[in-house]
């Protein structure tokens, strides 16, 4: 957003404080200025001329050769824009001049002719960003021989900054005035809006018919004839171009001008191009099209409220009007349109149409529902004093439910409390009056009422007390240690998640933060369906029309961006809420962990190599082991987005918490992924659950040493190695640990084979194992493993 600094001095006396001790003042209040630009900057040696002669360059058939009288000689420059002609007044750049676009004008032949300088553009003399279509055309009554900066009111300042969206309020010059009033504790100057009315009557010119009140919630249309409409004023074209509007006609500007002025967005229309006369605010027909003022022809939903005349829509309501229905230079008798309209209406519509405009930027924030008349009153004053005509008695109107103000019971001592600083009751009330509000006081509080144009913002106490603390200065708030209680209890969930992320960063993983949201096109490269997923009513995207109910996609199309941009090696994990659709009840939410491996191990963790299924188990063992507890891995078949050998359930307390896995090579072929992609998706609430639940044992530091012995079996290659690791466990007696620390298939191991060594510890608590009984209870768990097709491999 853009203000001038000579527009806002219009509306409040700021003359003793430059254009930057303005800026910080706004910042300090939380609207944040980007920036402070004099709008002559780097203008030098610009003048105003006249062009007196115009003859065809001898040597190009595209350039002109003006004669240019600018004051006090006559200089001849030679131009290629279309739009010279004669006695036509225009800014010149003399020999010497600089200009905002960064290049200095010197004198110079152009195909063999002398050119004594340049005729500017509005975009070379730093007017606007976008290219100019021809010379830019003073009026006619402009001083030859002036410098352009005084004729162009150009020794201004222009204001950049942003607003947060619940601060409609302050998209406007009288915003920001009552902004500075509440700080600086001075008074706000409302503009003229008095006109002259005709002998007609509103209601006997036009009709108003609001079929929707839930969406237009107010509306109020006034009639001008008799116009001579014409380009507008130099100085408003000038304030309109210096906040990045194009100047079109007098009527468009003026209802710019009132909209960066009040923040009220108006439509006028051509009253003769209304069919009946008649205005009607209606939801609009299921395919129903219009072409906008942008020439665009737009298909239109029963989502979308128009205005429409008696035969067809010539408006989207608060986004854009009809091509048809605009203002031109002929047009004589205009309808002007000042209306509320319901916020998410004018956004859905203006998301859907992709179409935001300055209207739509207001309305769909919260416009100010009671400076609707005031606008257009403002609007008419302006365009009956540039163009002329008489403005119908009355109105039409609709307004149903006037503004009722919102009343707050506001207490200084709750705010002493919250805040931690003490800001005397007399300063409180001030600085809400200033802001707008209505005050009053009762014994130990405050009741306060919202002023319309906070309506959208300002619903409680603490909106309140936050009013007061930006206005009082959040400098002059003292820093102060928050109080501590001692019964609170610690929260040793968020201590555990801690721990978990440590866990998973020092194996390298880097934590991801996704949107919970997921689109049916990413699930699809999955084969999963969003049939039962939770549709959100009103998506940003295409991308995000979902509730997720898996963290594993979100991570893979991390893992897409990354790989499309040369970054192979991805180590990712996801700690997040996933939805379940409970269908009429509220869906449930869950905590899940997301893991995912691609690419080379990370340098310093081990050999160079590429990642693999073991790499990932490991990693989710070390999670249980971290949390206490013991989990088996069971093969999972027939899930599609899996590699049927390379993909297993995870099983804590007997329940199946998760699985990891290979992605299938379909899927990687539809990502268009060329490497292996190893995922994993853990429930991390029955973790955390079972963890908490688990039994805590001590026991003493044994007393006698460990026996340990290497055992080496030939199986099967399908085998599941848990499965054997199972068998050594229930057959031996004394053991205190397994570690499997060999896996080989190739030379030398039968084919359809896989060599698995484990390393076994014994110990007993009363005794020293002797080898003999070591050597017997290995030998029974050769045996139980022969049950299972397996050989000792010598």
């Known amino acids: 957003m853009r203000i001038t600094y000579n527009w806002l001095k219009e509306f409040i006396n700021i003359e003793d404080l430059s254009a930057q001790e303005i800026a910080n003042i706004l910042t300090d209040v939380g609207i944040e200025v980007d920036s402070v630009r004099y709008a002559a900057e780097n203008l030098e040696k610009v003048v105003t001329g006249k062009i007196v002669e115009i003859t065809k360059h001898p040597n190009a058939d595209k350039l002109k050769i003006c004669q240019v009288d600018v004051g006090n000689e006559v200089l001849q420059i030679v131009t290629g824009a279309d739009n010279v002609f004669e006695g036509a007044v225009v800014p010149v750049a003399l020999h010497g001049s600089k200009l905002p676009i960064g290049v200095r004008i010197k004198r110079s032949k152009l195909r ?53 969206t619940n601060r409609p309020d302050a998209l406007s010059i009288l915003g920001i005035a009552r902004e500075l009033k509440a700080v600086l504790n001075r008074p706000v100057k409302l503009p003229q809006n008095d006109f002259k009315e005709g002998n007609f009557e509103a209601k006997e010119e036009a009709s108003l018919s609001v079929l929707d009140s839930g969406a237009c919630l107010r509306y109020d249309g006034f009639i001008l004839k008799g116009i001579e409409n014409k380009p507008s004023p130099l100085f408003m074209q000038i304030r309109l171009y210096l906040v990045g509007l194009r100047p079109i006609n007098a009527v468009v500007d003026v209802t710019n001008y009132v909209m960066y002025e009040l923040g009220q967005p108006l439509h006028a229309f051509d009253l003769e191009k209304l069919s009946g006369r008649e205005i009607i605010v209606r939801r609009a027909k299921d395919g129903e099209t219009i072409v906008t003022l942008d020439g665009v022809e737009r298909k239109l939903t029963q989502d979308d409220l128009v205005i429409a005349d008696a035969e067809k829509a010539v408006a989207v ?76 008695k009355g109105k039409l109107s609709f307004y149903p439910k006037p503004y009722t103000p919102k009343v707050i019971v506001f207490n200084p001592e709750k705010s002493t409390k919250i805040l931690g600083v003490n800001i005397p009751p007399r300063k ?28 959208y913002d300002v619903a409680r106490e603490i909106d309140l007390i936050e009013e007061i603390v930006r206005i009082y200065g959040m400098k002059n708030v003292i820093s102060t240690y928050p109080l501590m209680h001692t019964d ?22 880097n934590e991801a933060i996704n949107y919970s949201f997921i689109g049916e ?45 040369n970054e192979k090696d991805v180590f990712l994990f996801e700690i997040a809420k996933i939805f379940e659709n409970k269908g009429e009840k509220l869906p449930e939410e869950h905590l899940h962990l997301g893991i995912l491996l691609t690419g080379k191990i990370p340098e310093g963790i081990l050999s160079e190599r590429e990642v693999d299924f073991y790499d990932l188990k490991g990693i989710v063992e070390g999670l249980l082991e971290l949390l206490k507890l013991e989990g088996k891995f069971e093969s999972l078949d027939n899930v599609e987005y899996l590699h049927p050998g390379q993909s297993a359930k995870v099983i804590v307390n007997e329940k199946e918490i998760g699985f990891i896995g290979k992605l299938h090579p379909d899927v990687l072929e539809r990502l268009d992924i060329k490497q292996d992609v190893f995922v994993g998706e853990l429930s991390l609430d029955r973790l955390l659950e079972f963890s908490k639940e688990r039994e805590i044992f001590f026991k003493q530091i044994p007393k006698f040493p460990p026996v340990t012995r290497d055992i080496a079996v030939l199986v099967d290659a399908d085998m599941p190695v848990g499965k054997l690791e199972e068998v050594i466990k229930s057959s031996a007696k004394y053991l205190e640990k397994l570690k499997l620390f060999d896996l080989y298939k190739g030379k030398g191991i039968p084919e359809g084979k896989k060599s698995v060594a484990f390393s076994l510890v ?31 491999r010598a």
């Open 112 to 164: 063999g002719v002398v050119s004594n300088g340049m005729l500017c553009s509005e975009e070379e003399l730093g007017l606007t960003d976008s290219s100019s279509s021809g010379i830019m055309i003073l009026p006619d009554n402009v001083e030859i021989g002036k410098d352009v900066k005084e004729v162009l009111s150009l020794d201004d300042w222009i204001i950049e900054y942003e607003i947060t």
């Open 488 to 509: 609170v209890n610690k929260n040793l969930e968020y201590d555990k998640l801690n721990e978990v992320k440590e866990f998973l960063t020092a194996f390298s993983l």
């Open 762 to 792: 014994f110990r007993s608590k009363e005794k020293t194992l002797s080898d003999e009984e070591v050597n017997k209870i290995l030998n029974g768990i050769i045996k139980a493993l022969e049950k299972f097709g397996a050989t000792l």
């Open 521 to 565: 096109k990413l699930y699809r490269f999955f084969g999963l369906s969003v049939e039962n997923l939770i549709k959100i009513s009103n998506p940003l995207s295409e991308e995000w029309v979902y509730m997720r109910d898996k963290i594993f996609p979100s991570l893979v199309q991390n893992a897409v961006l990354n790989i499309n941009r």
């Open 428 to 455: 409180s009330f001030e600085i809400l009056a200033n802001l707008g509000f209505t005050v009053k006081k009762e014994q130990n509080y405050i009741v306060v009422k919202v002023p319309s144009w906070r309506k």
């Open 317 to 392: 309501a608060g986004v854009m009007g009809g091509e048809e229905s605009g203002t031109s230079l002929s047009t004589k008798n205009i309808f002007l349109e000042s209306a509320h309209f319901e916020p998410m209406t004018i956004r859905k519509t203006s998301k859907r149409l992709s179409l935001s405009t300055d209207s739509s930027y207001r309305f769909e924030r919260g416009a100010d529902i009671e400076i609707t008349e005031f606008a257009a009153r403002r609007a008419l004053h302006l365009i009956q004093k540039f163009c002329g005509g008489k403005v119908a």
